[in-house]
């Protein structure tokens, strides 16, 4: 059973910084990436960032120049670096994971959520 904790949320400035975690436990034999989406109230859930095992990383536009993502292939942990924090930036952030145990087919897992507030 392979579950994803998120962590690393709570309020912050205007042009603050805030480091979010997930990291994937449980029986893993390959996680093929892992990603950020957010959600902002009466909106729809938006792609943030990827990364893949092999270290290549995509941001939406929104984000470019400010946040960075990375992957801990041993950890099974993404982490989400975001600076220079907006507004704008304020949602709920879901992590994203497609991964796989020894001899099964891939899943496709979702983190619980962390809120992540800019305001002053």
């Known amino acids: 059973q392979v579950r994803l904790v998120e962590s690393g949320g709570g309020l912050v400035q205007p042009g603050g910084s805030l480091r979010l975690s997930c990291t994937a436990s449980?029986?893993?034999?390959?996680?093929?990436?892992m990603d950020w989406y957010r959600q902002a109230p009466g909106k729809q859930r938006d792609l943030v960032a990827t990364?893949?095992?092999?270290?290549?990383?995509n941001l939406a536009d929104a984000v470019k120049g400010r946040f960075t993502i990375s992957m801990d292939n041993a950890k099974s942990t993404v982490s989400l670096q975001m600076n220079s924090l907006k507004p704008e930036d304020t949602a709920v952030y879901y992590c994203?994971?497609?991964?796989?145990?020894?001899?099964?087919?891939?899943?496709?897992?979702w983190g619980q959520g962390t809120q992540v507030t800019v305001s002053s």
């Open positions: 994203y994971a497609v991964l796989s145990s020894r001899g099964q087919a891939p899943n496709n897992l």
């Open positions: 449980g029986s893993i034999f390959r996680i093929f990436h």
């Open positions: 990364v893949t095992n092999t270290g290549i990383t």
